[in-house]
């Protein structure tokens, strides 16, 4: 029997809702992305993949980002910050990651300054955020993993190790998906058995060589190409590397990105959560487009 994968990449608030959006238009397409064998998120993935991996159902994924309440207007005579500049110390973190990248360094290495620096950041408070992410995965234990083959991604704060969380790692998803989700700079290292962790997009934003042993892979990935700014060649050098690995194992790959409709309701800053209804509804009308040319791969 053929074997489905599906790796889910990282893009902030506004991936979580493009991905949500697209995963339900598919599967009210007939596509249904949630009945992988094998989910594995990084980031903003790690969110959407738990959800699918924890029973939700992929065609109603999207509703409750569709019924969020709309956000407050801007204060009259506030201006209108630019789309491209990144919040807080955004800048400073996609420098380094783009080093990271570039593999002119041991990435390890730059992925140990990223962590000194998310360490180092002013941020919500860890208690905080482990609560938000709470709310989403309310009812759970404080220990429980999905039943169903699922992983997330992170790094270590202080070495830049990569670590992959699986149901085998003994930890709970809550801490886990927080951690996957834990950008520097902007929400605070994630801590799990006594040491801290940083957003797993910090080795890449797809992590999709860690989804080998799947006749199909299915990559969903939420910014590339022009939209990944500076860094979009070595970002898509790193992506097209670990394609092969995945193609070499055997699989077959299907990699899905924003089309036009998508980048322009997405914008160009992922942690801007007014473009979160815009891009989900973009992501539900693409998912139903590509549903058909998706169907004869994925149903069995």
């Known amino acids: 029997m053929t074997t489905r994968a599906l790796v889910l990449g990282g893009g902030g608030p506004v991936g979580i809702a493009w991905e949500s959006g697209l995963i339900a238009g598919l599967a009210q397409g007939g596509v249904d992305l949630g009945r992988a064998d094998f989910i594995m998120g990084t980031s903003a993935g790690s969110f959407v993949g738990a959800r699918l991996a924890l029973g939700a159902e992929a065609a109603t994924l999207v509703d409750p980002i569709l019924a969020e309440p709309p956000p407050a207007p801007r204060p009259e005579g506030q201006a209108k910050p630019a789309d491209a500049a990144p919040p807080g110390g955004l800048s400073v973190l996609a420098t380094m990651m783009a080093e990271a ?3 002119v360094r041991d990435p390890q290495e730059v992925r140990a300054e990223i962590g000194a620096f998310a360490l180092a950041a002013q941020t919500p408070d860890e208690a905080t955020f482990i609560q938000s992410f709470g709310r989403s995965f309310a009812g759970l234990p404080e220990g429980a993993w999905p039943e169903r083959g699922f992983a997330c991604s992170a790094v270590d704060a202080l070495t830049g190790e990569f670590k992959l969380w699986t149901k085998e790692s003994g930890v709970g998803v809550t801490r886990a998906v927080a951690s996957s989700c834990a950008v520097p700079g902007i929400y605070p290292p994630v801590t799990i058995d006594g040491r801290r962790y940083i957003d797993g997009g910090m080795r890449s934003t797809l992590n999709a060589d860690q989804a080998v042993g799947h006749d199909l892979v299915v990559v969903v990935q939420v910014r590339g190409g022009a939209t990944a700014g500076a860094a979009a060649e070595a970002m898509a050098a790193r992506v097209e590397k670990e394609l092969d690995v995945l193609r070499k194992d055997g699989a077959k790959v299907v ?27 973009a992501g539900l009308a693409q998912g139903l487009a590509q549903a058909a040319g998706l169907k004869a791969a994925w149903v069995r």
């Open 101 to 103: 990248q570039a593999g």
């Open 255 to 281: 990699l899905i990105g924003p089309d036009e409709g998508s980048q322009a309701a997405m914008g160009l800053n992922l942690m801007d959560f007014r473009k979160r209804a815009a891009a989900a509804r």
